[in-house]
């Protein structure tokens, strides 16, 4: 009896250490080092530490990318108005051949992001972007066509924790899901 009453307890111990939240994903962020939308290095590195959103998009994007930036745009409002400066925002581009920093920035500044906790990453190939797309957000990436530069990509919001594991996604096209996500980073550091 003694034993089962010690099995409970730890159990209900070890529940307690875990996130405040329901998750539906555990993927290890690969190690990366890229380049934000100010031509400098942003990597992995710079993340550790604070929980952070990401997503995939591309500036020449004509469908999904409108009202996910719009939405990330939103939450970035709605995270500082709750005071939580220190979630970073971050956006991989899936056209980083197009997607230049200097492209970055022009895109981020239309829909008026602060650069100081939202990043928007390029410097690599996409293979290294698919790479990170399959494996970390569970998300398939398909190369624009030859007649097309329409890149197919997911539109989730991934939460990543501070040890860069990706633990939840989110509908990144739904408003609702902004949300989601803030009631979410409430839970966490409020509890």
């Known amino acids: 009896m003694k034993r089962l009453l010690l099995f409970v307890a730890l159990s209900l111990f070890l529940v307690g250490c875990g996130e405040a939240i329901e998750t539906n994903m555990n993927e290890d962020m690969i190690d990366f080092e890229f380049t934000n939308q100010d031509n400098e290095p942003f990597s ?3 993340l550790k530490g604070n929980y952070w959103i990401a997503d995939m998009v591309f500036t020449n994007c004509t469908t999904v990318c409108l009202p996910m930036t719009y939405n990330m745009k939103t939450l970035q409002d709605s995270l500082a108005e709750e005071g939580f400066d ?9 056209d980083p051949n197009y997607d230049t920093p200097e492209v970055l920035k022009e ?15 390029t410097g690599y190939d996409f293979d290294t972007i698919k790479e990170i797309s399959i494996k970390n957000f569970k998300s398939p990436l398909i190369e ?6 329409q890149v197919t990509h997911g539109t ?8 860069g594991t990706v633990i939840k996604h989110y509908d990144g096209v739904k408003s ?10 409430k839970k966490i550091y409020n509890d």
Do not use: C, K
């Open 176 to 185: 609702e899901s902004m949300d989601t996500i803030l009631n979410d980073i």
């Open 144 to 149: 624009a066509p030859e007649e097309s530069d």
């Open 107 to 121: 895109y981020g500044e239309s829909y008026e992001a602060d650069f100081s906790n939202w990043n928007f990453l």
């Open 156 to 163: 989730r919001f991934y939460l990543v924790n501070p040890e």
């Open 44 to 46: 992995l590195e710079d």
């Open 86 to 94: 220190d979630i970073q925002l971050v956006s991989f581009t899936v």
